[in-house]
């Protein structure tokens, strides 16, 4: 059972490793984007965001898909992202300088306001200490008859552009795999994630998939992305043992193992497996 100090201890970490990481993932945000905006679109189509809502993106980081969903809702809606990163928050302020209707809290449940039509959310929810409590809260924000739209990753080895560098690294260091708990791949099983949705009150509980076509320009991009959006501790590791987190060694391993996803061209492909979770308030 997770109790409250181990809740307060991951999101305390989780506040701390999302800050460091924060201007690493502005500088990939075009890249990342230009396939990850895919999973933002089928978000807003499946929490039937138009013109008027009132949409709560949860862990909204560098502000999607809360932007995708400003523009949705136009000036007569509004957004509120909400995220425990205050780095996120602040440079998701910046990059919504100019849009009407959207705000962004730094926080957790704690702070999310109610009445919403629509709840986002892309990629945060694996990432809560205790999600059945988060879940509740959610369900909480929306109105009777609301909606929970939310991505989540699969299986670690259907996700490349996420576990593959971090893969590589942690066996060029001879980690041991991570325990159980908090992390991108915590609702990668597609019946469970139905049943913890449904368990928290949500009806017309329904996961679908989407593959997320991932590209980058070639396994110095691959090595770039994912050295700059290391978590300090991995960060830290490398450190001890190469003298510099970039040293040739570890760019070596990453471009080694990103190879098999080189096209003819040169370019690295990397398809991505996304959970699809709606849920009816």
């Given at each position: ?16 490793t ?60 509004a ?92 066996r060029?260091?001879a ?11 915590a ?8 049943a ?78 996304c ?7």
């Amino acid at each position: 059972m997770t109790t409250t100090s181990d809740v307060d201890r991951i999101r305390a970490e989780q506040t701390a490793t999302w800050d460091a990481v924060s201007a690493g993932w502005l500088a990939w945000t075009g890249e990342f984007e230009r396939a990850a905006g895919a999973v933002s679109a089928e978000l807003l189509r499946l929490g039937g965001v138009r013109p008027g809502r009132s949409v709560l993106d949860f862990g909204t980081g560098l502000g999607e898909p809360a932007l995708s969903a400003a523009d949705a809702v136009g000036p007569t809606g509004a957004v509120v992202g909400v995220d425990l990163s205050p780095r996120m928050v602040a440079l998701a302020r910046q990059r919504a300088a100019g849009r009407p209707g959207v705000r962004f809290l730094v926080g957790g449940t704690e702070v999310v306001p109610g009445g919403h039509d629509v709840v986002l959310s892309r990629w945060a929810l694996p990432f809560a200490g205790d999600r059945a409590a988060v879940l509740a809260a959610l369900r909480s924000a929306l109105r009777p008859g609301g909606v929970l739209a939310a991505a989540v990753w699969g299986p670690p080895a259907e996700v490349p552009m996420i576990a593959l560098g971090f893969g590589a690294l942690s066996r060029l260091l001879a980690l041991d795999p991570p325990p159980p708990g908090p992390g991108p791949f915590a609702m990668a099983d597609p019946a469970g994630l139905r049943a913890e949705v449904a368990a928290a009150g949500f009806r017309e509980v329904a996961v679908t998939e989407l593959v997320v076509d991932f590209r980058l320009t070639g396994p110095d991009a691959f090595a770039g992305f994912t050295l700059d959006v290391l978590p300090p501790r991995l960060r830290g590791l490398l450190r001890e043992r190469f003298g510099d987190e970039r040293h040739p060694s570890v760019r070596h391993a990453l471009a080694e193992a990103v190879d098999p996803f080189r096209a003819d061209d040169g370019e690295v492909r990397l398809p991505s497996r996304c959970l699809l979770v709606r849920g009816v308030a």
